[in-house]
């Protein structure tokens, strides 16, 4: 299929169906773990509308009503969600309100509202576009929920992590306004770089960009720290490496002494 796919997902815990709004392989940020062969900058393209809804159709009958779970699956699993994710920035795609209401409609289509959530993975860059905002909180209104992309809060780390030169402060900004449209989650991948896990510096300012989310007491749901699980395309593979469980689970215990809801996927 062109841009939906199924997949076993750690994060959510059973089944996901995902919407690959690129295609094209384009983001507008380059993250070294990134697990996206051929990784460029840019945009998605224009959206084939019909035939998403014709290939996310086909997928969710399967599944619904045949076989694909018990011949596809690990035993017992069950579908949890409809992720927008893929291989770039999702909502780069200009027909991202659009998107929204077809998966909508599906959902209704399978009696799958309230039952399964819908899910936006995003770097939260372009949080700020009106097409965006509104397609939000549409998904607000289909039980969805926000993935916001948070791996540093410092300039520095921002660039040689995530390829980014958008500011800390710009984040913040996003961030507030995505919960505020819509129950959000900060998403966080943590890993080793040339064999040393993040500096006690970077440690202290993601734990203080935490903390002003909670005393300005902006909605966020929690965080979802997660570690490598799959090898990085990217040129700067061969300096990462993953970090013991019990650092993870470290880490996600000052993050809960913030008072947030901390979900580890090592």
């Known amino acids: 299929m062109t841009y939906v796919y199924p997949v076993v997902s750690r994060r959510s815990g059973g089944v996901s169906v995902g919407i690959n709004l690129n295609p094209n392989n384009a983001c507008n940020w380059r993250c070294i773990y990134c697990q996206v ?49 893929g291989n770039g920035e999702p909502t780069s795609a200009r027909d991202f309100e659009a998107v929204i209401g077809l998966v909508g409609r599906l959902l209704e289509e399978f009696a799958l509202m309230g039952s399964i959530k819908l899910v936006l993975i995003t770097n939260g860059s372009l949080i700020h576009r009106p097409g965006v905002e509104r397609g939000l909180a549409h998904m607000a209104r289909l039980s969805g929920e926000v993935w ?38 900060v998403q966080t991948c943590v890993f080793a ?9 970077e440690q202290e300012a993601y734990l203080t960009f935490l903390r002003r989310a909670v005393e300005a007491d902006i909605g966020l749901k929690g965080v979802l720290l997660y570690g490598l699980a799959r090898p990085s395309q990217q040129p700067e593979a061969v300096r990462l490496s993953p970090l013991p469980a019990a650092w ?14 901390v979900k580890v996927s090592p």
């Not at 800390?168 to 919960?179: C, I």
């Not at 770089?193 to 510096?201: F, M």
């Open 37 to 85: 062969p051929n990784l460029t900058r840019g945009s998605a393209p224009p959206t084939d509308l019909r035939l998403l809804e014709a290939e996310l159709r086909s997928l969710l009958t399967e599944i619904v009503h045949g076989r694909f779970l018990e011949d596809h699956a690990p035993p017992g699993a069950k579908l949890t969600d409809i992720a927008l994710s």
């Open 148 to 185: 916001f992309k948070l791996d540093s809060a410092t300039r520095e780390g921002m660039r040689t992590i995530n390829g980014t030169r958008q500011t800390p402060e710009r984040v913040w900004e996003n961030l507030v306004r995505a919960a505020g449209l819509c129950p959000t989650w």
């Open 193 to 201: 770089l040339d064999g040393k896990p993040p500096e006690a510096s």
């Open 248 to 261: 993870l689970e470290a880490y996600a215990e000052k993050i809960r002494l913030l008072g947030l809801t």
